[in-house]
């Protein structure tokens, strides 16, 4: 699953910023879509999130590269929060954000990815470490370690979410790969 | 390069590996967090809007109350139970959660910057010195 080796690091910089623009859109409608849509409403346990956006980041780290889909990340959280949230939901996806991008890119680097983990773990795990984030925000925000509480049951829902999104970027990826679009 | 990835969905080992240990992260602190609840007597229930303890409310068994917070809240107190029974939220979440009534279990709604939280007599003394200090 090595596309970057193919366009990532080869890229000149004017494509580069072209394909960031189009993969920030992107996250940015799918962040949209899933506000728009109510998935949260629908979910049974409270404040459990789909994620849709991470779909795009994740194409970006194999075909564009690390940094530059963290500079999605950290976009797509600044933009959203400006035009549909607020001070606290930004803190919220910023830590998040930032903490699944630490693990996902730990575990895609490390020597297990490939014949051991593969993007659907990586997946599971960057849900799991964006729902921590959000928990350390929130105990930053309100100053009560209690609300660790809520982190269990973010947990599980984190391991469902985060196999859903793997599995479709994984289906993505293939179908990129095989047209040989990247 | 090799596409190693050939069975159906594409899990490999390690996936289930990462997913198990994330259950069990979980399944621990809930476990810890329960058995941490149980054994303290005299909780009480603080309510902080914007950061500040505004009413602070004993949870003993034949207490009822009813606390209105301006027009953004009610919460209701009962049996020993907390519950928030009105929001002006969007979101709704904190209605959704339902009623707590161990200690250490808190209710937030961040929108309005009000929270419940259930504390024991014995930590009601570290919750005043982290204020001196912090």
Redesign the interface.
């Known amino acids: 699953?090595?596309l970057m080796?193919s366009s990532g690091k080869n890229m000149k910089l004017y494509k580069k910023v072209a394909y960031i623009g189009v993969f920030l859109s992107l996250a940015i409608i799918l962040s949209y879509i899933e506000l728009i849509l109510g998935f949260?409403a629908l979910m049974p346990i409270?404040?459990i999130k789909l994620g849709l956006y991470n779909i795009a980041v994740i194409i970006a780290m194999f075909s564009l590269g690390f940094i530059e889909a963290f500079l999605i990340i950290v976009l797509r959280s600044i933009i959203m929060s400006v035009l549909f949230g607020?001070v606290?939901s930004f803190a919220f996806s910023i830590l998040g954000g930032v903490a699944a991008f630490i693990i996902m890119t730990v575990l895609i680097k490390s020597r297990?990815f490939?014949?051991?983990?593969?993007?659907?773990?990586v997946s599971?795990?960057g849900a799991?470490f964006f729902n921590f984030g959000q928990i350390i925000a929130?105990v930053i925000?309100?100053?009560?370690l209690?609300?660790?509480?809520?982190?269990?049951?973010l947990?599980?829902g984190?391991?469902f979410t985060g196999?859903i999104i793997g599995?479709t970027s994984?289906i993505i990826l293939?179908y990129l790969?095989y047209n040989r679009l990247f | 390069?090799k596409?190693?990835?050939n069975k159906r969905?594409?899990?490999?080992?390690?996936?289930i590996?990462?997913?198990v240990f994330?259950?069990l992260?979980?399944?621990i602190?809930?476990v810890s967090?329960t058995i941490n609840g149980q054994n303290k007597g005299g909780k009480t229930a603080f309510i902080?809007v914007n950061?500040e303890i505004l009413y602070e409310v004993p949870l003993d068994k034949n207490y009822n109350d009813e606390i209105k917070i301006g027009t953004e809240m009610i919460i209701e107190i009962s049996n020993g139970r907390v519950r928030i029974q009105y929001s002006n939220c969007k979101?709704q979440?904190c209605v959704?959660?339902g009623s707590i009534n161990t200690q250490?279990?808190?209710i937030?709604c961040?929108?309005n910057r009000i929270?419940i939280?259930i504390k024991s007599e014995a930590d009601n003394l570290i919750n005043e010195f982290?204020a001196i200090i912090?």
Do not use: C, E, H, W
Not at chain 1, 146 to 153: A, D, G, R, T
Not at chain 2, 9 to 15: A, E, P, Q, S, Y
């Open positions: 699953m090595n080796q949260n409270y404040g607020s606290t297990l490939g014949k051991y983990i593969s993007i659907i773990g599971v795990a799991s929130s925000l309100t100053g009560q209690s609300m660790f509480y809520y982190l269990p049951v947990l599980i984190s391991v196999t599995i994984r293939k790969k | 390069m596409d190693k990835i969905f594409g899990f490999l080992i390690g996936d590996f990462i997913a994330v259950l992260i979980a399944a602190m809930f967090f902080y950061g979101n979440n959704k959660i250490n279990q808190i937030a961040m929108p929270y939280l982290d912090g």
